[in-house]
T-cell receptor
Framework: DTGVSQNPRHKITKRGQNVTFRCDPISEHNRLYWYRQTLGQGPEFLTYFQNEAQLEKSRLLSDRFSAERPKGSFSTLEIQRTEQGDSAMYLC?????????????FGEGSRLTVL | AQSVTQLDSQVPVFEEAPVELRCNYSSSVSVYLFWYVQYPNQGLQLLLKYLSGSTLVKGINGFEAEFNKSQTSFHLRKPSVHISDTAEYFCAVSNQAGTALIFGKGTTLSVSS
């Protein structure tokens, strides 16, 4: 199956530690998105890339968060000095964009628990 | 800026009954509209989308939605639900500039026998 892959699926960490999540998109997709989802809420947009360029960042993406997509393939989302409020499901999605929005294909998410 | 309001946080129904999940959006430009479904412990899956053309769109699993520009709504319907339709449903909006999808808070559909 060549869907969107996210790793790790679950991460438990202590407050103050750094964590990194990886997303491997569908290979021919040029756009990659990160969302955050907390219990009882819809996915909240964090940031997205077109190829290797980060085109938009949400105000939710504090300076403790950084995302990269080197070479326009996989992406990483790093959270520095984690706080309990960072506990959430982090979702990655990819799409083929060419002049109009296309369907986003989502991975199964990476669940972060900050103790 | 765009926003989405899902008017019902929870919708309980009996099996084989019809269901409507309501979604209203706000946008100053032309929009693309989507419904996604999230089954327990699974990723989000596209049910259907409206990009242009016919305002009635059909999706997977017997769902359909109608785009109503004057009422800025995109309600999701199914004439007869199954137990397996129990899931979280999300309405989302984007625009022709290709900005990221903005999601509503979701509606939990619970189907019982």
């Amino acid at each position: 199956d060549t869907g969107v892959s996210q790793n790790p699926r679950h991460k438990i960490t202590k407050r103050g530690q750094n964590v990194t999540f990886r997303c491997d998109p569908i290979s021919e997709h040029n756009r990659l998105y990160w969302y955050r989802q907390t219990l009882g809420q819809g996915p909240e947009f964090l940031t997205y890339f077109q190829n290797e360029a980060q085109l938009e960042k949400s105000r939710l993406l504090s300076d403790r968060f950084s995302a990269e997509r080197p070479k326009g393939s996989f992406s990483t989302l790093e959270i520095q000095r984690t706080e309990q409020g960072d506990s959430a499901m982090y979702l990655c999605a990819s799409s083929w964009y060419r002049g109009g929005t296309g369907e986003l294909f989502f991975g199964e998410g990476s669940r972060l628990t900050v103790l | 800026a765009q926003s989405v309001t899902q008017l019902d946080s929870q919708v309980p129904v009996f099996e084989e009954a019809p269901v409507e999940l309501r979604c209203n959006y706000s946008s100053s430009v032309s929009v693309y509209l989507f419904w996604y479904v999230q089954y327990p412990n699974q990723g989000l899956q596209l049910l259907l989308k409206y990009l242009s053309g016919s305002t009635l769109v059909k999706g997977i699993n017997g769902f359909e939605a109608e785009f109503n520009k004057s009422q800025t709504s995109f309600h999701l319907r199914k004439p007869s639900v199954h137990i397996s339709d129990t899931a979280e449903y999300f309405c989302a909006v984007s625009n022709q500039a290709g900005t990221a999808l903005i999601f509503g808070k979701g509606t939990t559909l619970s189907v019982s026998s």
